[in-house]
């Protein structure tokens, strides 16, 4: 069967023309398992840095599982996706209780481990111990679905199952590292959503998408929903010392654990500036004089809505008590030029940039 035969041609181009990669060079669970959880929703090239940099600070797990959170979402800061990173340190501190600090060498092991999938797993599984587990991401899918021809909705969970035992049909298992690392370089690199180079593949004699002339249509994934936008306004109260307040969000919330400016979404009927001053009494217990026009006014896209995020500088009245956040997360009052101390949103990290600009003196 000729797709046998382009199985070991995979392999060969693969050794051939595979990237540089800093987590490519190593066969330890640890460094693979971070290269994998980075790469989920970031470019190779926008994660090779923050790699390195992750590396250097935690080089093993024992490391991380020792971490303060804080210091882990700073050195996190600007990939995005932050519970990736929670997850990744509440993992590690189970591979210290559970497993003495030795990352796990068993499927059921890894997978039991926070914010670990199937796909995780078997990429950790494959690369790191050369466990015969295939490994399905994006770009697999599309190899795979233009190979075989699958048409259906990438979308459904009985599409995804047919393109996961495609995958573990066509893994070769003597040498599964190598290969589920292959088949997502060709995605990656060949069989791009674009612009393929079929004429570069492995596979262009084999694949149906190809002798049928109908490489674009694959794989059909059904449009998403469109995103949402909110209007969200900030308080950035500023105390007699020249100190900012920020408070932090809670772990189990969307971009939990990072610092933020007090505030919220804009209700129907609100002006922008009365949003700064509700959100500030039901999050703080204050009240406030907020400044008519916003200093800062930022766009920002996240994977299911998008916002526009006024920030406004706000005085605490005389007379209000203390700030104290009801959620019983904590507060700080930071001068400007410490800000860079504390992992912020990206968003939240715009209006940091402008203050120490504008109000280190």
Known sequence: MAIDTDRTLLLDWFRLVKRDLPWRRTRDPYRIWLSEIMLQQTRVDQAQPYYERFVSRFPEVVSLAKADLDDVLRLWEGLGYYSRARNMHK??????ERHDGRFPDTYDDVIALQG???YTAAAVMSIAFDEPWPVVDGNVIRVISRLYGIG???RLASTQKQIARKADELLIRSQPGDFNQAMMELGATICTPGSPSCSRCPFQDSCYA????RVPFYPFKSPAKKRPHHQIAVGVIRDDAGRFLIARRPENAMLGGLWEFPGGKQ?????LCGT???EL???????VDVEREPFEIIQHAYSHFTITLHAFFATLIDGSTPPKAKNGEPLQWVRADDLAGYAFPKANRKITDTLVKYHVK
């Open 276 to 278: 700064v001053r509700r």
């Open 152 to 154: 259906e909705d990438v």
């Open 116 to 118: 670990i999938g199937p």
């Open 281 to 287: 009494k039901e999050e703080l217990g204050v009240h």
């Open 210 to 213: 190809r002798r049928h002339d």
């Open 91 to 96: 993992a590690a501190q189970q591979i210290v």
């Open 267 to 271: 209700e129907s009927g609100e002006t």
